[in-house]
C-alpha cells in the first residue's frame, strides 16, 4: 500500500473513501458467518497491516489460532471473544491482545454488528483451524463450548 493516499475520509457506515469491503475468507475454506474486512494500511517498512472486520448481528469469525500476535480495538458494537482458554465481552473501544498460537473468535451480539480494528504483521502464517482434539479440549469448558462455532 505504499502508493496509498496519506489521508482517508471515513465514511458513513465504518467505511473509508478509496477502500474495498471484501469478504472476510474464500467461502468454504473455514467456517465462519456474515463478516467483511477492509484493509487500512499496509506498510512493508513498519512490517504491519490495519485491518477493518465487521461482524453482522450473530455472525461470528472463524475459530482459529496463528503463529503471530496480533492486537484487535472494538470500534463499534458489542459481542464476546475467546482469546486462549478466556472468554468476554468486548464492545467499542476495549482492547484485545491475543498471543501466538491463541484460539481466538469473536461473535457479534443480536442486537447489532461488532467492528474492530486489528493490526497484525505484513508476512504471517495462515491461520490453523482446530482439529478434534483442539475441539475436545476447548469443549471440556461448558461456558467455552456454548461459545465457539465451528
Not at 7 to 29: D, H, I, M, T
Not at 52 to 77: Q, R, W
Not at 114 to 121: A, H, I, P, S
Amino acid at each position: 500500500m505504499s502508493d496509498a493516499p496519506h489521508f482517508r475520509k471515513a465514511a458513513p457506515g465504518f467505511r473509508w473513501q478509496g477502500v474495498n469491503v471484501l469478504e472476510y475468507k474464500p467461502e468454504g475454506s473455514a467456517p465462519f458467518r456474515n463478516i467483511t474486512r477492509q484493509l487500512l494500511f499496509g506498510s512493508t517498512d513498519l512490517a504491519c497491516e490495519l485491518r477493518y472486520f465487521e461482524i453482522a448481528p450473530g455472525g461470528h469469525s472463524t475459530l482459529e489460532c496463528h503463529e503471530h500476535e496480533h492486537a484487535v480495538m472494538i470500534l463499534n458494537g458489542s459481542g464476546a471473544c475467546l482469546v486462549g482458554r478466556e472468554l468476554r465481552s468486548v464492545s467499542a473501544h476495549d482492547l484485545v491482545a491475543i498471543p501466538a498460537h491463541a484460539w481466538h473468535q469473536f461473535r457479534a451480539s443480536e442486537g447489532g454488528p461488532l467492528g474492530f480494528l486489528c493490526m497484525v504483521n505484513v508476512d504471517r502464517d495462515r491461520p490453523r483451524l482446530p482439529d478434534a482434539s483442539d475441539l475436545e479440549s476447548l469443549r471440556s469448558n461448558p461456558v467455552i463450548a456454548a461459545f465457539i462455532r465451528t
